[in-house]
């Protein structure tokens, strides 16, 4: 079945850690996002990219960074920088050009600092 | 910052009654409007988008658009309490050649048996 993967489905990161969340997907869609969740918030851009090898910063994306070396792929590196990444993590696709009636979440994964 | 501003909730209801959520954007030039359902600790899916100023119905709900006054709504016909959950609007804000959606905070609705 086609969809998209996160991994993994909790993760801690200690004190001055980077650590590297997974979203990989098979829908063959072009455009990929990262989001952000915090309790009781809707969801926030991070980072998002439209085709492999290119990408564009979101509404808060200090302290993240993101590769899009593979259309498949697309893993968002929560670095020492952000000082506050406790927050539910989401990926999406969609396919470019026909807007958001197809854009498709994983099934996100928590972050919490130890 | 284009905005997309919801009542946080809870909206609490009975079985059988009519949700109605509300959503405003400050956004004119916004085109598209999309309503997610995301239950607790689980990803956001969609349930209904809309285009044209009106109604599109769609089984129990129906989302209704007045790009005027800048507001979209979602009702829930004969609620029922696995329609608890927290509903968010989206955007898609208008300028720039890239996609974006912009969310808004959610409603959190609760279906009382």
């Known amino acids: 079945d086609g969809g998209i993967t996160q991994s993994p489905k909790y993760l801690f990161r200690k004190e001055g850690q980077n650590v590297t969340l997974s979203c990989e997907q098979n829908?063959?869609?072009?455009?990929m996002y990262w989001y952000r969740q915090d309790p009781g918030q809707g969801l926030r851009l991070i980072y998002y990219?439209?085709?492999?090898?290119?990408?564009q910063k979101g509404d808060i994306a200090e302290g993240y960074s993101v590769s899009r070396e593979k259309k498949e792929s697309f893993p968002l590196t929560v670095t020492s920088a952000q000082k506050n990444p406790t927050a539910f993590y989401l990926c999406?696709?969609?396919?470019?050009?026909?807007?958001?009636?197809?854009?498709?979440f994983g099934s996100g994964t928590q972050l919490s600092v130890l | 910052q284009k905005e997309v501003e919801q009542n946080s909730g809870p909206l609490s209801v009975p079985e059988g009654a009519i949700a109605s959520l509300n959503c405003t954007y400050s956004?004119?030039?916004?085109?598209?409007f999309f309503w997610y359902r995301q239950y607790s600790g689980k990803s956001p899916e969609l349930i209904m988008f809309?285009?044209?100023?009106g109604d599109k119905e769609d089984g129990r709900f129906t989302a209704q658009l007045n790009k005027a006054s800048q507001y979209v709504s979602l009702l829930i016909r004969d609620s029922q309490p696995s329609d608890s959950a927290t509903y968010l609007c989206?955007?898609?804000?208008?300028?720039?050649?890239?996609?974006?959606?912009?969310f808004g905070k959610g409603t959190l609705l609760t279906v009382n048996p």
């Open positions: 999406a696709s969609t396919t470019s050009g026909t807007g958001f009636e197809k854009l498709f």
């Open positions: 829908l063959n869609h072009d455009a």
């Open positions: 990219s439209q085709i492999v090898n290119d990408f």
């Open positions: 956004d004119r030039g916004s085109q598209s």
């Open positions: 809309i285009y044209s100023n």
């Open positions: 989206a955007v898609k804000v208008s300028g720039g050649s890239n996609y974006k959606l912009t």
